[in-house]
């Protein structure tokens, strides 16, 4: 139980171009959803909160205008990366909360964006 | 205050060690430690977590122990096995903030044959 995917897996893109990762939980529902963004050899730096419903929780520094967040449902959270370039290559990681659990945090597999 | 701080950023042991990574917090105010391992080009999966009323807890392989007075806990991997090998990241989130973790900085593991 408790699984979370991502789609897609990777993404290469041309720069000024927009990309969506969407982040589904499969078997549960989600509270609330959180996307990652892991440079090589790095920890994981927080982007955002999202709760069904409601506007999306930006972490200082990023630009809630460039990461676009959507919480649909209590089962879809989606990112669009808008207007990307080579900077914001990155592995992009979403995790959920279920619902009657919210402590503890379940990972999608991660999407590899590339910009060119 | 809100970090968490792991070490050895990186560690090397042999097939059947015992590999120890730290972590250490200041805000007293977490109430939930978990440690995740993450493989190259994966998202990362939970491995064990704890809280502060428990000092140690294991499942398996792995054994959590935690200091609170200290302020720090600990991840041991009995008889490690190459399969073993990848980064692991502690953790540290409160409860009433929406399960919000912080992340310690990882320690990639190698296990050799």
């Known amino acids: 139980g408790a699984v979370v995917s991502q789609h897609p897996s990777w993404v290469i893109c041309k720069s000024g171009t927009s990309v969506k990762i969407e982040c589904r939980s499969l078997?549960?529902?989600?509270?609330?959803m959180f996307w990652y963004r892991q440079f090589p050899k790095q920890s994981l730096m927080l982007m955002a909160t999202s709760n069904e419903g409601s506007k999306a929780t930006y972490e200082q520094g990023v630009e809630k205008d460039k990461f676009l967040i959507n919480h649909a449902s209590l089962t879809l959270s989606t990112l669009t990366v808008t207007s990307a370039h080579p900077e914001d290559s990155s592995f992009y990681i979403c995790?959920?909360?279920?619902?009657?659990?919210?402590?503890?945090?379940?990972f999608g597999p991660g999407t590899r964006l590339t910009v060119l | 205050q809100q970090q968490v701080k792991q070490s050895p950023q990186s560690l090397i042991v042999q097939k059947g060690g015992i590999p120890i990574i730290n972590c250490a917090y200041e805000?007293?105010?977490?109430?939930?430690f978990p440690w995740y391992q993450q493989f190259p080009g994966k998202g990362p999966a939970l491995l064990i977590a704890?809280?502060?009323?428990?000092s140690e807890k294991k499942e398996g392989r792995f054994t959590i122990s935690f200091n609170k007075s200290a302020k720090q806990f600990s991840l041991h991997i009995m008889d490690s096995q190459p399969g073993d090998s990848a980064t692991y990241f502690c953790a540290a989130s409160i409860g009433n903030q929406g399960g919000k973790l912080i992340f310690g900085q990882g320690t990639e593991l190698s296990v050799k044959p």
């Open positions: 078997d549960f529902q989600a509270t609330t």
């Open positions: 805000n007293t105010a977490f109430d939930y």
């Open positions: 704890i809280r502060p009323d428990v």
């Open positions: 995790s959920a909360n279920w619902r009657l659990r919210t402590d503890t945090q379940y």
